[in-house]
Structures are given as structure tokens and as C-alpha cells.
Nanobody, 126 residues
Framework: QVPPVESGGGSVQAGGSLRLSCSFFGSRYYYMAWFRQAPGKEREGVAGIYTAGLAKRYAESVEGRFTVSHDNAEDTLYLQMDNLKAEDTGIYYC?????????????????????WGQGTQVTVSS
């Protein structure tokens, strides 16, 4: 399997926006998600999507500010992040899988995913 590749990270002021992209190179996973890991913290699920039915799930901390989407033609996963806060700082990873540990909670559980990108840094300054 080919690992996905993230892009679009960077530094931004609080209240700003960033858009992350993740190319899956035609892997066509049914389930894709964004995770993040802040220094000294565990990796947490941020946003997930069931690409066949477009069902989505968000962590409570980003609900209303982040939007996950998938371009089926390009097999690319996106994360639009608006109204960013300092606590959104971390390394953001994309991941894909053909199965979930459980539905729907598994969309945001790391144990569901077996193919991970290298991560892209997002830094939000207050």
C-alpha cells in the first residue's frame, strides 16, 4: 500500500484559516480521517468521512469550525479549518481504511486505520 501524503500545514494567527490536503493515490478507502497530536498528548481523531455515503463525524472541539471533504475523482481528502485556536496546534495526520472497528465511533478511532501519512505541522499563535 502507498502511504498517503499530507500538505497545507503552516503557521497562522488565532482566528485564521488553513486547508489541509491528503492524497491517497487511488487507494479508494471507504473510511478516511484526520487525526492530530499535540506535544505531550495522545493522538486524537478530529474529523472522519465515509466516502461511499459521505457520512461525516467531528470531534466536539472542532464542530462548526472544521469541515472534512473528499474529492472522489482525485481521491484526495481535505480539511478546511476556520476560526483556528491555539489549542488546534499539533501535527495533523490523515489515515485511511476499508473497515472500521465500530460504527460510527470508529470513524475517529486510531485503531480503525492502517494506512497513515507522515503528518503536517499546524501552529496557531494567539
Amino acid at each position: 500500500q502507498v502511504p498517503p501524503v499530507e500538505s497545507g500545514g503552516g503557521s497562522v494567527q488565532a482566528g485564521g484559516s488553513l486547508r489541509l490536503s491528503c492524497s491517497f493515490f487511488g487507494s479508494r478507502y471507504y473510511y478516511m480521517a484526520w487525526f492530530r497530536q499535540a506535544p505531550g498528548k495522545e493522538r486524537e481523531g478530529v474529523a472522519g468521512i465515509y466516502t461511499a455515503g459521505l457520512a461525516k463525524r467531528y470531534a466536539e472541539s472542532v464542530e462548526g469550525r472544521f469541515t472534512v471533504s473528499h474529492d472522489n475523482a482525485e481521491d484526495t481528502l481535505y480539511l478546511q479549518m476556520d476560526n483556528l485556536k491555539a489549542e488546534d496546534t499539533g501535527i495533523y495526520y490523515c489515515a485511511g481504511s476499508r473497515t472500521l472497528a465500530r460504527w460510527p465511533e470508529g470513524l475517529l478511532e486510531a485503531r480503525s486505520y492502517h494506512n497513515w501519512g507522515q503528518g503536517t505541522q499546524v501552529t496557531v499563535s494567539s
